[in-house]
């Protein structure tokens, strides 16, 4: 079989592993604020939030730039700009995956200072970011 067509399978995957953390760990920290009341909750919710972050987006992550970095150069899209742009739009991505590890530290810290609906605009960044990336790499407008 061929490799690049496993490798491609592997970054789709590893995408949607990505995405799928990327989405829940704003909403985990929305019903965080929620909740912080409650003595059970308070003591699950960090729990949950650095499992996530760690064991499976991190990776996911890893696994998405590594494969994604390979179809990259195997096909040469580096010389392509609807490429470069979303190329941009990862790096974007990146950096709120790295962001909400910050605040998922600052939470087990017990130095949130965000409320509910700051979480609940957060949310959205990852969304639109994973639109207009689908949008480029399928349309390929320029």
Do not use: C
Request: proline share 4%.
């Amino acid at each position: 079989m061929n490799a690049y067509l496993w490798i491609k399978s592997l970054h789709v995957v590893a995408v949607i592993s990505w995405m799928a953390g990327l989405l829940y760990l704003p909403r985990l920290f929305v019903y965080h604020v929620e909740n912080e009341r409650s003595e059970d909750l308070r003591e699950l919710f960090p729990v949950m939030e650095y499992k996530l972050y760690r064991y499976i987006m991190n990776p996911a992550m890893i696994v998405a730039w590594a494969s994604g970095l390979y179809l990259a150069i195997y096909n040469y899209f580096f010389y392509e700009t609807w490429f470069l742009t979303k190329f941009a739009l990862v790096i974007a991505m990146t950096a709120t995956h790295f962001y909400l590890g910050a605040l998922g530290r600052k939470f087990r810290a017990n130095q949130n200072a965000h409320t509910s609906r700051y979480y609940r605009i957060l949310n959205e960044a990852p969304t639109l970011l994973m639109i207009a990336i689908v949008a480029l790499v399928i349309v390929k407008p320029f």
